[in-house]
């Protein structure tokens, strides 16, 4: 029932607001309005062999179990009590329960069969005076006031929870090295080891280390100017012409002016 498939352990609420309650003496079962205390508290247990039906243990380790033992003499109602597992594992339909949905509720039928061919006997709820108070018993349900007290409301307290699903082993081990890390970065290549030579003539330190951040590098040199006549030099291309000038212009105009010796420069 999908009531207790996802439930480790629930607390079971009559229709009288008490609780399904596990004595003290591990062996009665009874109704308590405690619902915090763990004796209200049940652990949740497939059974194998049985879809569908469950186990319900006590916090003392013994189970729900419907017995053969009368409640009262002459009355059809059969004892509740805690007891243990069955040696050696064996299935006992005695611990074990079916529920069976009715609304939100659910009846808690048992495995164990009717007596007598009554029919099918379910968790019931008791109430009224003593004895009845306050007791659990297992039986048919009959069309009258009482038919209500074989509902009970599901309390989860606790809720399974799966574990992460992990590879199998095999197939993890025979996995490729690339699908186990496909985002592994690829090897680096290693820089083959320097020669004799290399080895003792590698740069030092100051000849491979870059400039510092101010360094401003020299201005290129400046071309050479150049050489000029300064202003008392006379080149000797000057006395060439200035002889001829006094020869050709200058004399002739002095000796028409009946200069009597001619220049020095019109003897030539």
């Known amino acids: 029932m999908e009531l207790f498939a996802h439930a480790k352990a629930v607390r079971l609420k009559s229709r009288h607001d008490k609780f399904l309650y596990a004595d003290e003496d591990e062996l009665h079962v009874t109704q308590d309005r405690n619902g915090s205390s763990p004796s209200a508290r049940w652990t949740v247990e497939p059974v194998p062999h049985a879809p569908g039906a ?19 003499l002459g009355m059809t109602g059969r004892k509740v009590l805690q007891a243990a597992a069955a040696p050696g594992g064996r299935p006992d339909a005695s611990v074990e329960w079916e529920p069976v949905r009715d609304g939100f509720q659910v ?38 006031a009482t038919q209500d007290w074989v509902l009970w409301d599901v309390e989860i307290v606790q809720v399974l929870t799966p574990g992460p699903a992990t590879p199998a082993p095999e197939k993890a081990a025979s996995a490729p090295p690339a699908a186990l890390a496909p985002d592994s970065p690829p090897a680096p290549k290693l820089r083959p080891a320097p020669t004799p030579y290399e080895a003792h003539h590698r740069p030092t330190k100051s000849q491979t280390s870059p400039p510092p951040p101010d360094y401003a590098p020299p201005p290129p040199p400046k071309p050479k100017p150049e050489p000029r006549l300064s202003k008392l030099e006379v080149s000797p291309f000057f006395f060439s012409l200035a002889s001829d000038f006094f020869r050709f212009i200058l004399c002739p105009v002095a000796q028409g002016a009946g200069s009597c010796d001619p220049l020095p420069h019109c003897r030539r």
């Open 54 to 72: 469950v186990r319900l243990r006590s916090r003392y380790g013994r189970y729900l179990a419907a017995s053969t033992e009368p409640f009262l």
């Open 107 to 144: 009846r808690l039928k048992s495995r164990a069969g009717g007596v007598r061919g009554g029919g099918d006997k379910y968790l019931r709820a008791n109430g009224g005076v003593p004895p009845w108070r306050n007791s659990v018993t297992h039986d048919v349900p009959h069309r009258t």
